[in-house]
T-cell receptor, first 112, second 115 residues
């Protein structure tokens, strides 16, 4: 069974550009989580969905960030416009109920 | 509200020595507890978890953790450290107010293994 799939794995962009990160959760999982990891702030939960519905977006840093989950097999995290301080590794994870949360390999984002 | 505290952001041991990474939690209901490991430039990988039953939980790569309710602890141990154990380790507790799988993570402990 394929794990959580994230794309792209690496993204380099210039300040002001739109960035879209993609995630395909494990089939059958009904919860999806977006995290951001930096040296300064560690691992932060940005937003999570349950049954495709956003449950808690209190971790989204500002209006430049938005996330969608149009169906059970796909989610996006968008940053528009991007800023250098958004540079980080973004992880997607999925779980079924309270069972184990499985993480994707991450997207390493660098905003110049 | 739940919380997780990992004592020591950095732990250094010699190869072959005991590894002890400390984790204390707070939860108003019986918790689900997890340890994840993150190797350099990789995502988080489940090391072990406690849900119910036996309080001593064995995980991958020779790690184990013991759930101690009276001490609200879930410390991670390994009898003999290997160079390949160098990584960052995260303790986490499940959020008890929902059934969504949301986890509350500790700040992480970086394990250094010296030859």
């Amino acid at each position: 069974d394929a794990g959580v799939i994230q794309s792209p794995r690496h993204e380099v962009t210039e300040m002001g550009q739109e960035v879209t990160l993609r995630c395909k959760p494990i089939s059958g999982h009904n919860s999806l989580f977006w995290y951001r990891q930096t040296m300064m702030r560690g691992l932060e939960l940005l937003i999570y969905f349950n049954n495709n519905v956003p449950i808690d977006d209190s971790g989204m840093p500002e209006d430049r960030f938005s996330a969608k989950m149009p169906n059970a097999s796909f989610s996006t995290l968008k940053i528009q416009p991007s800023e250098p301080r958004d540079s980080a590794v973004y992880f997607c994870a999925s779980s079924r109920g309270q069972e184990t949360q499985y993480f994707g390999p991450g997207t390493r984002l660098l905003v110049l | 509200a739940q919380s997780v505290t990992q004592l020591g952001s950095h732990v250094s041991v010699s190869e072959g020595a005991l590894v002890l990474l400390r984790c204390n939690y707070s939860s108003s209901v019986p918790p689900y507890l997890f340890w994840y490991v993150q190797y350099p430039n990789q995502g988080l990988q489940l090391l072990l978890k406690y849900t119910t039953g036996a309080t001593l939980v064995k995980g991958i790569n020779g790690f184990e953790a013991e759930f101690k309710k009276s001490e609200t602890s879930f410390h991670l141990t390994k009898p003999s450290a290997h160079m390949s154990d160098a990584a960052e380790y995260f303790c986490a507790v499940s959020e008890d107010s929902s059934n969504t799988g949301k986890l509350i993570f500790g700040q992480g402990t970086t394990l250094q293994v010296k030859p």
